[in-house]
């Protein structure tokens, strides 16, 4: 199927585990993103990917690694999960900065 | 820096009334403009969004936008709302040169009947 996608859909672990979330886009988009929206902040970024082996720290970075050895992929992992880190997750894609970004229907991550 | 400000948290509206959503933003440089709207359980899509020409934007659904340079806003606006308008709405702001948007926190719009 065309288009963003995001799996697991729901997750829960527990504090210390190591979480990865998944995120795969068809359009080849150069940009891609994650973020993570709670109550009260919105969306916050936490890494983002100009290209392939290109990624950098967005605003909340702490506690998460990303890769991006392909350009459809970009999975964010929780070295050590904290409860600290319940949140939905979203992954996003774009071409440019000046374009839409396009979402992933968001993975609701639960530590407990 | 950038960063972008909701004043509302929540607009409560009755059905086919105006609405009008506040977004103010602040930058030293150009910048492009969003608003998405999320639907419960659902990723972002995009309403619309203002990149440079004319000043007013508008959507398919009726929303438009007004960038406003010297106020720094860029409020959404809707003449007349249906219950199926009730959803989270984000103002975003990018800018030239940059990867990032910044998001503000979102407006909770509820559509009463």
């Known amino acids: 199927d065309a288009g963003i996608t995001q799996s697991p859909r729901y997750k829960i672990t527990e504090t210390g585990r190591q979480v990865t979330l998944m995120c795969h886009q068809t359009w080849s988009h150069s940009y891609m993103f994650w973020y993570r929206q709670d109550l009260g902040h919105g969306l916050r970024l936490i890494y983002y990917?100009?290209?392939?082996?290109?990624?950098d720290k967005g605003e909340v970075p702490d506690g998460y690694v990303v890769s991006r050895s392909k350009t459809e992929n970009f999975p964010l992992t929780l070295e050590s999960a904290t409860r600290s880190q319940t949140s939905v997750y979203f992954c996003a894609s774009s071409e440019s900065t000046r374009d839409t970004q396009y979402f992933g229907p968001g993975t609701r991550l639960t530590v407990l | 820096a950038q960063s972008v400000t909701q004043l509302d948290s929540q607009v409560p509206v009755f059905e086919e009334a105006p609405v009008e959503l506040r977004c103010n933003y602040s930058s030293s440089v150009s910048v492009y403009l969003f608003w998405y709207v999320q639907y419960p359980n659902q990723g972002l899509q995009l309403l619309l969004k203002?990149?440079?020409?004319?000043?007013l934007v508008e959507s398919i659904n009726g929303f438009e936008a007004e960038f406003n340079k010297s106020q720094t806003s860029f409020h959404l606006r809707k003449p007349s709302v249906h219950i199926s308008d009730t959803a989270e709405y984000f103002c975003a702001v990018s800018t030239s040169g940059t990867y990032k948007y910044i998001f503000g926190t979102g407006t909770r719009l509820k559509v009463l009947a």
């Open positions: 203002y990149l440079s020409g004319s000043t």
């Open positions: 990917s100009a290209a392939a082996d290109i990624t």
